[in-house]
């Protein structure tokens, strides 16, 4: 039986419609056009996913290009920062543009419009132009300045080019309607004067392009045929194409705008103004802390390209905004960890437990599976002794018969190794347990096929062995945000919201095989999560950062 066709999004229905009235498939062409102000978080990675996923779809370019027009916010960095988020989520772009490749053609089509009585120099403040546009019930009212000659407006728009116009002295405005339903439509702005260096043309210009104007004629330049922008940019549609129709001529290919609906993270605020703050505040320590929601957080975080894209396809796109629960981003890297990350032991909150009738000064080397779920991951061996670190909360004194982990009198089985009871306890001068002893049955050991080694026992503990462990810094991150919407609550500033346990950082023992571990390698710390090793690793201290547990900790807080 066929494989049944995966259903169009309504996106790809566009195309597909647009590819039966208006275009060929040659004309396809895309493209994705972040600002460099700023890093990539995870509410750019579904649009990079969309865009680059469309030009495989449909074997299509999709050109990088960045929307530059504000050197006040821009810098190289932000640039360099996005091209390796998308080159490591694993898409490759056509052609690399800037917005300012074309300021000299934006330019010159700025002059003809003013030559065609559709654009002019506005000398009003801010202020004062906001005031006359009106409201959504009310027509705007005209520019003093509307009607200036042609010959004015050139002169002025002449000396704003020059820098001899000081910052926010005039605007160039296009000349639309101002009594237009749509206040976008109201006489935009088209320029205005900013006297700062541009990380890419210097001090070369002191006028700069505003969005509407310099995008969709972008878009016109690079034979772009379809510009997708999220659901706020709807009303900005009607301006696009009325820039269009003055700088295109009969039979010139325009691109069309269409948009879709945002999908945002819960837990999470995705806002590149307000991710600054944070890390300009101290609540994070840069763009890459492994807590924020930028695709480099992310990747320093231990997330993989294709647990980002995963989830990326599977909340698709869609016309209606949605809150998108953080629990599923989660889930898609643990999805695909599981199926790749090696397993290993490490104990992170240890207590000594010493085997009292395993023989002292010897050691074995005992057979471990790598990955349950990869065949081809092989095994490796892993040092087993009379001293041991397990996990503090593993074991209690006493326990109810819901305690299936260590307590006195009963049997657990250590993994991979041999059978174990609990006799006794050490503690110190305040009553904390320094040391647990046990004894071990040696005829037990896992794998052995003797039939001591298949007596079943309720729990199964993991360990490390004193003598060879491998010391860590082990830093557990969890979630940002404790609120699920934190820059929704009403009279609540966002900042309120921040999780004050956010990262924890403890002392780890891990098996010794991790001491040759490399930054961004990836294991399953068995019974507790999934970790990589961060770039501040070196080959003194270890460090990993915890990706994720092995279980949704948050869903029995919410419930």
């Given amino acids: 039986?066929?494989?049944?066709?995966?259903?169009?999004?309504?996106?790809?229905?566009?195309?597909?419609?647009?590819?039966?009235?208006?275009y060929t498939k040659d004309d396809l062409k895309f493209r994705f056009p972040p600002e460099p102000n700023g890093y990539l978080h995870i509410g750019h990675a579904s649009s990079i996913c969309l865009n680059f996923g469309l030009g495989e779809r449909y074997n299509a370019p999709v050109n990088l290009r960045f929307d530059d027009t504000n050197p006040t916010k821009e810098e190289q960095e932000y640039v360099d920062?996005?091209?390796?988020?998308?080159?490591?989520?694993?898409?490759?772009?056509?052609?690399?543009?800037y917005a300012s490749d074309y300021f000299q053609k934006l330019y010159d089509w700025a002059v003809d419009m003013i030559k065609n009585g559709d654009a002019y120099v506005d000398s009003q403040t801010s202020e004062?132009?906001?005031?006359?546009?009106?409201?959504?019930?009310?027509?705007?009212?005209?520019?003093?300045?509307?009607?200036?000659?042609?010959?004015?407006?050139?002169e002025l728009f002449e000396q704003m080019k020059n820098g001899e116009t000081p910052e926010r002295g005039h605007v160039l405005r296009a000349k639309i309607d101002m009594a237009s339903p749509n206040m976008l439509m109201r006489d935009p702005v088209m320029y205005r004067c900013?006297?700062?260096?541009?990380?890419?043309?210097?001090d070369e210009w002191k006028i700069y392009p505003m969005y509407d104007w310099a995008h969709g004629q972008s878009d016109f330049i690079e034979h772009v045929s379809h510009s997708f922008c999220t659901l706020e940019f709807l009303p900005h549609?009607?301006?696009?194409?009325?820039?269009?129709?003055?700088?295109?001529?009969?039979?010139?290919?325009?691109?069309?705008?269409r948009e879709f609906a945002r999908r945002n993270l819960s837990h999470t605020i995705v806002s590149k103004r307000k991710l600054l703050q944070l890390v300009e505040k101290g609540f994070v320590d840069s763009w890459d802390d492994p807590r924020m929601p930028t695709i480099s957080g992310l990747r320093r975080r231990g997330y993989t390209p294709e647990s980002i894209r995963k989830f990326a396809d599977s909340i698709g796109v869609g016309k209606r905004e949605n809150l998108i629960d953080v629990a599923h981003l989660e889930f898609c890297v643990r999805e695909d960890l599981n199926k790749k990350a090696p397993r290993v032991m490490g104990v992170l909150d240890p207590v000594k437990l010493v085997i009292t009738n395993y023989p002292e000064g010897e050691e074995e080397w005992l057979e471990a599976e790598n990955n349950p779920e990869d065949e081809a991951a092989g095994s490796r061996q892993i040092p087993f002794s009379r001293e041991l670190y397990i996990e503090r909360e593993d074991f209690k004194e006493s326990a109810n018969r819901k305690f299936f982990r260590l307590t006195l009198g009963?049997?657990?089985?250590?993994?991979?190794?041999?059978?174990?009871?609990?006799?006794?306890?050490?503690?110190?001068?305040?009553?904390?347990?320094t040391e647990i002893h046990v004894t071990y049955d040696p005829k037990s050991k896992s794998g052995s096929g003797t039939e001591e080694s298949l007596r079943k026992v309720k729990g199964t503990l993991h360990w490390v062995s004193v003598k060879h462990a491998v010391e860590a810094e082990v830093r557990l991150y969890d979630r940002l945000f404790t609120e699920e919407t934190p820059d929704g609550v009403k009279d609540k500033d966002?900042?309120?919201?921040?999780?004050?346990?956010?990262l924890k950082v403890v002392t780890g023992y891990l098996e010794p095989g991790l001491k040759d571990a490399k930054i961004q390698d990836k294991v399953q710390f068995q019974r507790i999560g999934y970790f990589c090793v961060d770039k501040d690793s070196t080959l003194e201290k270890l460090v990993f950062n915890r990706t994720v547990s092995l279980r949704d900790s948050w869903a029995k807080i919410s419930n």
């Fill in 410 to 433: 009963k049997e657990v089985r250590l993994k991979n190794a041999y059978i174990i009871k609990g006799e006794d306890v050490v503690k110190d001068a305040d009553g904390n347990i």
């Fill in 1 to 22: 039986m066929a494989e049944a066709k995966k259903s169009l999004n309504f996106i790809e229905q566009i195309i597909e419609e647009d590819l039966v009235k208006d």
């Fill in 237 to 257: 549609r009607e301006l696009y194409n009325w820039f269009l129709e003055k700088v295109s001529k009969p039979g010139d290919f325009e691109p069309k705008q």
């Fill in 81 to 97: 920062a996005i091209k390796e988020d998308i080159k490591w989520l694993g898409f490759k772009w056509a052609e690399e543009c």
């Fill in 128 to 154: 004062e132009i906001a005031e006359q546009k009106g409201t959504p019930t009310q027509p705007g009212k005209e520019s003093p300045y509307r009607n200036r000659s042609v010959e004015e407006n050139l």
């Fill in 194 to 202: 900013l006297h700062k260096k541009h990380h890419r043309t210097g």
């Fill in 494 to 502: 966002y900042l309120e919201f921040v999780n004050p346990e956010s």
